[in-house]
C-alpha cells in the first residue's frame, strides 16, 4: 500500500485552505494546518484524531514558523506537500494605500511564504523530495484591476520567487507550482479576508466601480467550486511531473490567455523598437 503524504496547509480557517484540509483528512491523508487560532482550527475541521495537527502560528515571524515545522516532524514523521495559502486581499489605488497598509500585505502575502520556503527546504533537502504549492492569484498574473494594485504585487511576488525556487530546486527532487486561482466561492471577498483602503478617494471613479461590481455582482455568483480546487490539489500532488503554472478556474484560465494575447500584440507591434537597442555589427 502507498504511503499517504503529510500535508502542510496555511492559512486553513477557512476558504480554499479549510476545504482542502477536510478533503484530505476525509482522504486518510495526515494534515497540519496553521491559524490564528489554533482551537477554532480545530473546531472547524471538526477533526480530533491524531491526522490532524492544528497549529496556531505567526507567519511573518520565521522563528515561529521554524518552532511550528519541528512540532509537524516531530508529530506527524514528515512534510511531503506544503501549500502556501495564508494571505489577504488590500484593496485601494496605490495613491489612497499608506506604507503601512501596503508593507503588512507584503509581509503576510510574501513574506510568510517566504518564511515557510525557508523553514521547510532543510527538511525537503535532506529527503530529496517534497512539493510546494504557492498560492497566487489570477490578480498576480494580469494586473490591470484598479484598485488592487498591492495585492497584485504581492501576487506577482509570489509568482516570481516560485519561479526562481522551481529553477533552485530542481536537482534536488523537489517541485514549486504558482496557483492562480481565480474566482471560488470562498469567504475571500466578504470581511476579514479582504480590506479597503482606510482613506479612500472618491475620484478614482475605475476603482470605485470595481468595488461595487465586486459587491453587487460577483459575491455570491463565483464559478469556482472549492471542493473541485482541493480535489484538483490531491490530483496534482499524486502526479510525477507537476506544472510550474497552473491556472484554476476557467476565469483564471480565459483571463490568462487574454494577458497572454496582449503580450503577444506588443512584442509584434513593437519588435523593431524591442531589437533598436542592440549593439549594431
Request: hydrophobic share 40%.
Amino acid at each position: 500500500m502507498k504511503t499517504q503524504k503529510v500535508w502542510f496547509v496555511t492559512g486553513a480557517s477557512k476558504g480554499l485552505g479549510l476545504t482542502l484540509v477536510k478533503r484530505l483528512l476525509k482522504e486518510g491523508y495526515k494534515v497540519a494546518a496553521t491559524s490564528r487560532n489554533a482551537e477554532t482550527l480545530r473546531q472547524e475541521v471538526n477533526n480530533h484524531t491524531a491526522d490532524f495537527l492544528p497549529l496556531q502560528v505567526n507567519l511573518t515571524d520565521s522563528n515561529s514558523v521554524k518552532d511550528a515545522v519541528k512540532q509537524i516532524i516531530t508529530q506527524l514523521g514528515a512534510i511531503d506537500v506544503v501549500v502556501n495559502n495564508a494571505g489577504y486581499g488590500q484593496l485601494g489605488t496605490l495613491e489612497e494605500l499608506t506604507d503601512e497598509e501596503a508593507r503588512l500585505n507584503f509581509d503576510v502575502n510574501v513574506f510568510g511564504t517566504l518564511n515557510v520556503i525557508r523553514n521547510i527546504m532543510p527538511h525537503f533537502r535532506e529527503k530529496k523530495a517534497g512539493a510546494f504549492f504557492n498560492i497566487s492569484s489570477i490578480a498576480g498574473f494580469l494586473g490591470t484591476f484598479p484598485g488592487w494594485g498591492i495585492y497584485n504585487a504581492t501576487k506577482f511576488a509570489v509568482a516570481g520567487l516560485t519561479e526562481a525556487l522551481s529553477a533552485e530546486v530542481q536537482s534536488l527532487g523537489v517541485t514549486a507550482t504558482i496557483v492562480y486561482p481565480g474566482y471560488f466561492k470562498t469567504n475571500f471577498l466578504l470581511q476579514g479576508s479582504l480590506r479597503t483602503a482606510a482613506n479612500p478617494i472618491a475620484e478614482y471613479k475605475e476603482a470605485r466601480d470595481l468595488e461595487v461590481i465586486h459587491n453587487e455582482q460577483i459575491i455570491g455568483n463565483q464559478p469556482g467550486n472549492p471542493e473541485n480546487a482541493a480535489a484538483a490539489f490531491i490530483r496534482l500532488a499524486e502526479m510525477e511531473n507537476r506544472p510550474l503554472h497552473l491556472f484554476l478556474g476557467s476565469d483564471s484560465f480565459g483571463m490568462a490567455k487574454t494577458k497572454i494575447e496582449a503580450v503577444e500584440k506588443d512584442l509584434m507591434a513593437f519588435e523593431s523598437i524591442s531589437r533598436s537597442t542592440d549593439y549594431k555589427n
